[in-house]
């Protein structure tokens, strides 16, 4: 009976801000008992309920022009402002959550190629001429 009390309790907090149609409501109180036997039982996996799937496979997530979002499926250049804004993910959370790997792009290839050619167009990355000049002074007071 202790088991139906907390699975009420949980029923009705989790309902009074979550819209659950009445004839759900004996199968959320039995999920939410079966949850709480299971963890009294010592079973953690009872805790866990269907795997979730991604939106696309991961395989086709990734194209030159566009990466889509794994958990909701929409599209974008960059994935790292929607996946704090909509998911609050950090990057590596959500490689995390969907076990991809370390490498996995942020960014879509063609639009990292764009940014890439930006920044090589306006000097990014290089060293500038007062730097050489210093260096060219260092060589030479050492020699």
Same mark, same amino acid.
């Not at 929409?74 to 950090?90: F, I, N």
């Given at each position: 009976?202790?088991?139906?009390?907390?699975?009420?309790?949980?029923?009705?907090?989790?309902?009074?801000?979550?819209?659950?149609?009445?004839?759900?409501?004996?199968?959320?109180?039995?999920?939410?008992?079966?949850?709480? $036997?299971? &963890?009294?039982?010592? %079973? /953690?996996? =009872?805790?866990? !309920?269907?795997? *979730?799937?991604?939106?696309?496979? +991961?395989?086709?997530?990734?194209?030159?022009?566009?990466?889509?979002?794994?958990?909701?499926?929409?599209?974008?250049?960059?994935?790292? $402002?929607? &996946?704090?804004?909509? %998911? /609050?993910? =950090?990057?590596? !959370?959500?490689? *995390?959550?969907?076990?991809?790997? +370390?490498?996995?792009?942020?960014?879509?290839?063609?639009?990292?190629?764009?940014?890439?050619?930006?920044?090589?167009?306006?000097?990014?990355?290089? &060293?500038?001429?007062? %730097?050489?000049?210093?260096?060219?002074?260092?060589? *030479?007071?050492?020699?």
């Amino acid at each position: 009976m202790e088991f139906l009390n907390f699975a009420a309790r949980i029923t009705a907090a989790y309902t009074a801000s979550n819209r659950v149609p009445t004839s759900l409501l004996p199968e959320v109180v039995r999920d939410v008992t079966h949850v709480l $036997r299971g &963890l009294a039982n010592g %079973h /953690a996996e =009872s805790t866990m !309920g269907p795997a *979730r799937r991604p939106a696309v496979p +991961a395989g086709q997530s990734v194209t030159p022009d566009c990466i889509t979002c794994l958990d909701c499926g929409k599209r974008y250049r960059t994935l790292r $402002r929607h &996946l704090k804004a909509a %998911h /609050a993910l =950090s990057p590596e !959370g959500y490689r *995390r959550k969907w076990g991809l790997s +370390a490498d996995y792009p942020m960014v879509a290839p063609r639009y990292a190629e764009v940014r890439a050619a930006v920044a090589r167009n306006i000097g990014l990355g290089r &060293l500038g001429a007062n %730097h050489r000049r210093r260096a060219a002074l260092a060589r *030479r007071s050492a020699a």
